[in-house]
């Protein structure tokens, strides 16, 4: 399965369990400082795909990757980790069941 067919199968799931969720951005972050647009490195840069709210509170963030094959960049692997250790829940979804432990874990 493609990453881009799990990650809509996410969306779908986290729709229909009601769970609080964001897309993050991707890419460059564009600013216009005195009317000039100017592009700079995402400050988020291998942050998980998704994040939101679970119990009372507390945060949640998913990185989607297809299958075994799909690689973490040093930075997602920072980013998990230091969510994680900061009471986090961050994890990594490679198929549909994974998916689907992971919404009725987190759903409200």
Same mark, same amino acid.
Not at 31 to 58: C, E, M, T
Not at 91 to 96: F, G, P, S
């Given at each position: 399965?493609k990453?881009?067919?799990l $990650?809509?199968?996410? !969306?779908? /799931?986290?729709?229909? %369990? @009601? !769970?609080? &969720?964001? =897309? #993050?951005?991707l @890419?460059a972050v #564009?600013?216009s400082?005195g @009317?000039? !647009?100017? /592009?700079k490195?995402?400050p *988020?840069?291998g942050f998980p795909?998704? %994040? @939101?709210?679970f119990q009372?509170? /507390?945060?949640? $963030? %998913?990185?989607i990757k $297809?299958?075994k $094959?799909?690689k *973490?960049?040093?930075e997602?692997?920072? &980013?998990?980790t /230091?969510?994680?250790?900061?009471? %986090?829940?961050a994890?990594v *979804? =490679?198929? =549909? ?8 874990a987190?759903?409200?």
């Amino acid at each position: 399965m493609k990453e881009s067919e799990l $990650a809509s199968y996410a !969306v779908t /799931r986290f729709k229909q %369990a @009601g !769970v609080f &969720w964001y =897309r #993050m951005p991707l @890419g460059a972050v #564009m600013h216009s400082i005195g @009317g000039k !647009v100017v /592009r700079k490195k995402n400050p *988020l840069k291998g942050f998980p795909d998704y %994040a @939101g709210l679970f119990q009372k509170g /507390r945060m949640w $963030a %998913a990185e989607i990757k $297809a299958g075994k $094959a799909g690689k *973490l960049s040093p930075e997602q692997v920072d &980013w998990i980790t /230091r969510l994680n250790h900061a009471g %986090a829940m961050a994890v990594v *979804l =490679r198929t =549909r069941e994974e998916i689907d432990s992971f919404v009725e874990a987190i759903k409200n």
